[in-house]
């Protein structure tokens, strides 16, 4: 048994503070037997427990400090329970708070003669968890500006390949097409042709009207390259077509103002006939010179084919033909001939009356001579 020297109070083994002043009191030696004492042991005349706020350890209830870590106690219970009780407390856990359990409650007995029965609480029904639509949750997310500047440069590159396309696959090809010379037809109907060949017919590519124009882009000695528009079927056709039947655009238009009536143009309907003329009017700068002519049908014409007069020799027969000036009433007689490869030549020439249509055409020792008729 230990007693405080502060106050000279009885205190129990193993406490470090005096239950009655709070001295701090030594160690006790430690001593196999008083190590393994238990707490638990109390005297039946002890009062209860007081329960220490800091350390939660359980003093006695007539103790002013606690007797582990020497904190002041208030709290303080009047009634004295037994040992069995003091026991029971600290029995469960000197180191774990102290809780009040409750008792548990049981029903009331039924009371006899008492017919009211209870009704039967009908089951919670199940919760169900209906999963919120999509749009409830919205996912908020940072914006970011808008790449103003890949935007332009991205429609500066598209604008830039659009315009070498088109500039390569329209504009280029107008340009050098636009620069190529321009052709017409001079004679009634020429076979256009798929390749350089004439005399068959498996590379007809079909028939070019009169004054037709073409683009031509290889002007040859014996055939040339073209494109022609087909008019009445709106579509582009190249190929290959006779350099003999085509004239430069201005050549073409000398021709064509040489007709003054269509009888006449149908009449001359060969090129190297046209030819001949065509030479002749820029060879000696003739304006406002036509050629008339009425159907062959109606006997003695302005237009006539004499048998080889000049050459007996050619193939070709040859052609006389009155001219004749609208501004005045002069005429003139012209005969030509050609060589093997058709190439006009002017044999002979005369003033022709005002009147009169070609009777006909003999050779003499100083020339020809030409009848007409009254």
């Excluded at 001593?31 to 109390?42: G, Y």
């Excluded at 008492?114 to 009908?122: E, G, H, R």
């Excluded at 040859?220 to 579509?235: A, L």
Aim: charged share 20%.
């Amino acid at each position: 048994m230990k007693f405080c020297k502060n106050c000279g109070q009885q205190i129990n083994e193993g406490s470090r503070f005096c239950r009655n002043c709070g001295a701090n009191l030594p160690p006790p030696v430690e001593q196999p037997e008083t190590l393994q004492e238990d707490r638990s042991m109390a005297s039946p005349t002890l009062p209860a427990m007081n329960k220490c706020a800091v350390c939660q350890i359980v003093n006695r209830m007539d103790a002013t400090f606690c007797k582990s870590c020497g904190n002041k106690l208030s709290f303080r219970v009047s009634t004295v329970e037994t040992t069995s009780s003091v026991q029971s407390h600290q029995v469960k856990n000197i180191n774990t708070p102290y809780s009040h359990q409750p008792a548990e409650r049981k029903p009331p007995e039924p009371v006899p003669g008492n017919t009211f029965t209870p009704k039967p609480v009908a089951a919670a029904s199940p919760v169900i968890n209906i999963p919120a639509p999509a749009s409830a949750h919205k996912v908020y997310r940072e914006t970011k500006p808008f790449p103003v500047t890949i935007l332009i440069a991205g429609i500066a590159l598209l604008l830039i390949v659009c315009s070498c396309i088109g500039y390569f696959v329209f504009y280029k090809p107008y340009i050098n097409e636009r620069d190529l010379p321009r052709f017409y037809t001079f004679a009634p109907s020429v076979f256009l042709r798929s390749t350089p060949e004439a005399g068959v017919d498996y590379n007809s590519l079909g028939s070019i009207p009169y004054g037709s124009e073409l683009v031509v882009y290889e002007n040859g000695y014996e055939w040339s390259k073209v494109k022609w528009k087909n008019n009445q079927t709106n579509k582009e056709v190249i190929g290959y077509i006779s350099s003999n039947y085509i004239l430069y655009a201005d050549d073409f238009r000398l021709l064509n103002s040489i007709w003054g009536d269509n009888i006449s143009k149908e009449r001359i309907a060969t090129a190297k006939c046209r030819m001949a003329l065509l030479n002749y009017f820029k060879d000696n700068d003739l304006n406002n010179w036509k050629v008339y002519s009425r159907h062959k049908d109606a006997g003695y014409t302005e237009i006539a084919f004499p048998n080889r007069l000049v050459s007996t020799n050619s193939t070709f027969t040859d052609f006389a033909v009155i001219i004749k000036n609208d501004n005045s009433t002069d005429r003139r007689f012209l005969l030509f001939y050609f060589d093997q490869d058709e190439t006009p030549h002017l044999a002979y020439e005369e003033p022709a009356p005002p009147q009169g249509y070609i009777k006909s055409i003999t050779r003499s020792t100083n020339g020809f001579t030409v009848v007409y008729t009254q």
